[in-house]
């Protein structure tokens, strides 16, 4: 396995046969707006790799040598292969100079009902045992809620300093002044 640039082509795939499924719409940016993001260079996207195959995937807000783990994800044929954990890896590896890495799992005390909140208890637990702290700093995106979580390879943030970061990201990825509209720290 290894970590790959995906070409604009991939993306697309993989965004319409892919992510659409693995992600509620509220919680999936359109597809022009990441593309675009991409080639401006404020925007990464990587593919896992099994020769041409693509098992995960992770995409990336980039700012300078800051960055938001934007979406990561396994493949449904790929899911009892143990590959997260060996994709974050590689992703720690690939951001091993980065200033600071943010990312966002789905806050459990938002839940729907019982099997979500567990359902996303597991999910925190997962980031939080693989190299993620918890920042305390909450956010809702679009009307998703989530926990917004550090990477523990790099410096600690103060919360203001966390909302800050954030708030850098997607005011340079999303469309002019859709952030004030469809988000709250």
């Known amino acids: 396995m290894r970590l790959d640039k995906l070409t604009k082509d ?8 892919r992510m659409q ?3 509620p719409p509220n919680e999936l940016d359109p597809l022009e707006v990441i593309t675009e993001a991409a080639e401006q260079g ?10 041409e195959e693509i098992a995960g995937y992770a995409f990336l807000l980039k700012h300078g040598e800051d960055y938001l783990i934007d979406y990561l994800g396994i493949c449904p044929e790929w899911r009892k292969h143990g ?14 100079n980065a200033k600071s890495i943010l990312g966002e799992v789905e806050d459990p005390d938002f839940a729907e009902n019982a099997a979500d909140k567990e359902i996303r208890t597991e999910r925190l637990e997962f980031y939080l045992g693989r190299g993620f702290r ?13 926990m917004v979580i550090e990477a523990e390879q790099t410096p600690v943030h103060t919360p203001e300093e966390i909302k800050a970061l954030y708030a850098m ?4 990825f ?6 004030e509209e469809n988000v709250i720290l």
């Open 134 to 146: 918890d920042t305390g700093v909450k956010v809702t995106y679009f009307g998703a809620a989530f």
């Open 174 to 179: 999303l469309p002019e002044g859709s952030f």
């Open 169 to 172: 990201h997607y005011k340079a």
């Open 42 to 51: 404020n925007y990464e996207c990587f593919g896992l790799m099994d020769g």
């Open 21 to 23: 499924e693995d992600f």
């Open 10 to 17: 991939q993306v697309e795939k993989l965004y319409r046969e």
């Open 83 to 96: 590959l997260w954990g060996e994709m974050l890896d590689m992703v720690w590896e690939y951001l091993k």
